[in-house]
């Protein structure tokens, strides 16, 4: 059975670094994207990044590029997103997700097929 | 703001069928493959629907869906009260060159 377990919800205050988790299992970590949603309070699906733990390629949304550092720790099957320097709107709660990929020589096939349970990240003074 | 277009709520009675659209751009919808996600109150997304009308095993017969042109739906057939959620589209986008998702639909069983 497929898993994704996040790490448990987390308080900062503005300045302050994070690193959150996503432990994986029950599929082999090395051969599937690992994606992270972002949904601030209210709002929709906001897709950050996305990271290929067999060789860590590493892509990110414009909007997030230079603001999050996603990585990953193929001895634990886990992903991992960090901030060196939170801001109160990075309030929200945060999503890993496996990302299935594929290209038919035509168009991208994409999906997200299973989920963690998310973690919320509040950034207070 | 997303690229992707979609009514910000619906509504149904139980029993009925409704249709939630998802409308885009020939850099997105229009030249890839689209993906439909539930999310139920205070829980994370679900998939529904991959690859324009795929459905995941254990997803029930009710939902599919379809993509024409620039524009894709999600139909729910038999509404039932426990499909109250927030619905999302998500597909490709060459200008993003990564995945998008649609703003959500908010569907409310009456």
């Known amino acids: 059975e497929v898993q994704l377990v996040q790490s448990g919800a987390e308080v900062k205050k503005p300045g302050d670094s994070l690193k959150i988790s996503c432990k994986t299992s029950?599929?082999?970590?090395?051969?599937?994207?690992i994606a992270w949603v972002r949904q601030m309070p209210g709002k929709g699906l906001e897709w950050m990044g996305v990271i290929y733990p067999g060789d860590s390629d590493t892509r990110y949304s414009p909007s997030f590029q230079g603001q999050v550092t996603i990585s990953a720790d193929t001895s634990i099957s886990t992903a991992y997103l960090q901030w060196r320097s939170l801001r109160a709107s990075d309030t929200a709660i945060y999503y890993c997700?496996?990302?299935?990929?594929?290209?038919?020589?035509?168009?991208?096939?994409?999906?997200?097929?299973?989920w963690g349970q998310g973690t919320l990240v509040t950034v207070s003074s | 703001q997303s690229v992707l277009t979609r009514p910000p709520s619906a509504s149904g009675t139980p029993g009925q069928r409704v249709t939630i659209s998802c409308s885009g751009s020939?850099?997105?919808?229009?030249?890839?493959?689209v993906s439909w996600y539930q999310q139920l109150p205070g829980t994370a997304p679900k998939l529904l629907i991959y690859?324009?009308?795929q459905r995941p095993s254990g997803v029930p017969d009710r939902f599919s869906g379809s993509k024409s042109g620039t524009s894709a739906s999600l139909a729910i057939s038999g509404l039932q009260s426990e499909d109250e959620a927030d619905y999302y589209c998500?597909?490709?986008?060459?200008?993003?060159?990564?995945?998008?998702f649609g703003g959500g639909t908010k569907l409310t069983v009456l």
């Open positions: 029950g599929y082999t970590f090395t051969t599937s994207w």
């Open positions: 020939s850099s997105n919808i229009g030249s890839h493959a």
């Open positions: 690859s324009n009308n």
């Open positions: 997700a496996r990302h299935q990929l594929e290209n038919d020589g035509l168009q991208y096939i994409n999906w997200f097929d299973f």
């Open positions: 998500a597909t490709w986008d060459d200008s993003l060159n990564g995945p998008v």
